[in-house]
T-cell receptor, first 110, second 111 residues
Framework: NAGVTQTPKFQVLKTGQSMTLQCAQDMNHNSMYWYRQDPGMGLRLIYYSASEGTTDKGEVPNGYNVSRLNKREFSLRLESAAPSQTSVYFC?????????FGAGTRLSVL | EDKVVQSPLSLVVHEGDTVTLNCSYEVTNFRSLLWYKQEKKAPTFLFMLTSSGIEKKSGRLSSILDKKELFSILNITATQTGDSAVYLCAVEAPRNNDMRFGAGTRLTVKP
């Protein structure tokens, strides 16, 4: 019973490259989230999915796209990475207000 | 604009000290306030508060909410080095399950 699993754990990209961050949960939760965490700024919501087949923008969606592939999986795509997207990315799930987080992906864009 | 402000941003204490962490908020249609502990990786849930004046307690940690003054505090008594972490406050925003997080308080407990 892994909870929320994120891959990869670390990634270094060059400006302009694309990549997809993967998130899978085995908690049978409907809601899934992608956050970024930057020093001094707490967690900021990028995108949110209330259920399979639905997604919605959060506070900082620019430069990102998401796919809710099924109930278990929610991926985050950077089409053309920029240095400003250097951050730690967290996926989370919930059935109510309490959210359960993955271990994070540390992304550096050079 | 919704906002959640935590203070202090960082705090260094010695084992055995008592600490109080603060979280103030301005969020429309408040539903709940949550505290999380973040050590090296994922934030983990500590408390959820929805009603004013009712203290939530777990061991040496406790928290209380004041909905009139729009703030919450997290108390840790008899601190231990294992309490060293970033403590995050989050408030449930108007859209269901959409949380606004504060910047966190980094607590360091020295032996």
């Amino acid at each position: 019973n892994a909870g929320v699993t994120q891959t990869p754990k670390f990634q270094v990209l060059k400006t302009g490259q694309s990549m997809t961050l993967q998130c899978a949960q085995d908690m049978n939760h409907n809601s899934m989230y992608w956050y970024r965490q930057d020093p001094g700024m707490g967690l900021r919501l990028i995108y949110y999915s209330a259920s399979e087949g639905t997604t919605d923008k959060g506070e900082v969606p620019n430069g990102y796209n998401v796919s809710r592939l099924n109930k278990r999986e929610f991926s985050l795509r950077l089409e053309s990475a920029a240095p400003s997207q250097t951050s730690v990315y967290f996926c989370a799930t919930s059935t109510g207000p309490i959210q359960y987080f993955g271990a994070g992906t540390r992304l550096s864009v050079l | 604009e919704d906002k959640v402000v935590q203070s202090p941003l960082s705090l260094v204490v010695h084992e055995g000290d008592t600490v109080t962490l603060n979280c103030s908020y301005e969020v429309t249609n408040f539903r709940s306030l949550l505290w999380y502990k973040q050590e090296k990786k994922a934030p983990t849930f500590l408390f959820m508060l929805t009603s004013s004046g009712i203290e939530k307690k777990s061991g040496r940690l406790s928290s209380i909410l004041d909905k009139k003054e729009l703030f919450s505090i997290l108390n840790i008594t008899a601190t231990q080095t294992g309490d060293s972490a970033v403590y995050l406050c989050a408030v449930e925003a108007p859209r269901n399950n959409d949380m606004r997080f504060g910047a966190g308080t980094r607590l360091t407990v020295k032996p």
